[in-house]
């Protein structure tokens, strides 16, 4: 996942907070802010200290940036996205975590229509 797709700024993870929808699951939150003006979406990455060591929380991300750029054709452009782990994410393997977030992405409602044939690789 390129750079320019991340969320960075305090300032912006304040404004999908406060302004954006907010969905969730056992594993997740996912808090989606529509942005006109922005031709690809970003994604923002929140894993709390409580979850675990440095080398557990970045392999979190890890598995979340994968997922999201194996459904990246799925998703709809011109969002914000900030994903907050919870805790169960740290006992996860990969297909858990994709499948987990394709769960709260679906129940908020910006998945497209899922492609014939492209469920779990």
């Known amino acids: 996942m390129k750079k320019e797709f991340r ?22 939150v996912v808090y989606s802010l529509k942005k006109p003006d922005q031709e690809h979406f970003r994604i923002g990455l929140s894993v709390s200290k409580k979850i675990g060591n440095a080398v557990t929380r970045n392999q979190i991300k890890r598995y979340v940036r994968q997922a999201f750029h194996e459904l990246e ?14 805790k169960p994410v740290a006992d996860m393997e990969f297909h858990e975590i994709k499948k987990s977030l394709m769960h709260v992405l679906k129940i908020s409602k910006v998945l497209t229509k899922q492609m014939p044939g492209n469920n779990d690789k």
């Open 73 to 86: 054709h799925e998703i709809h452009n011109q969002y914000d996205y900030i994903i907050i782990a919870r």
């Open 7 to 28: 969320v960075k700024k305090n300032k912006e993870f304040q404004e999908a907070f406060k302004k954006g929808k907010s969905f969730a699951n056992r594993q997740f």
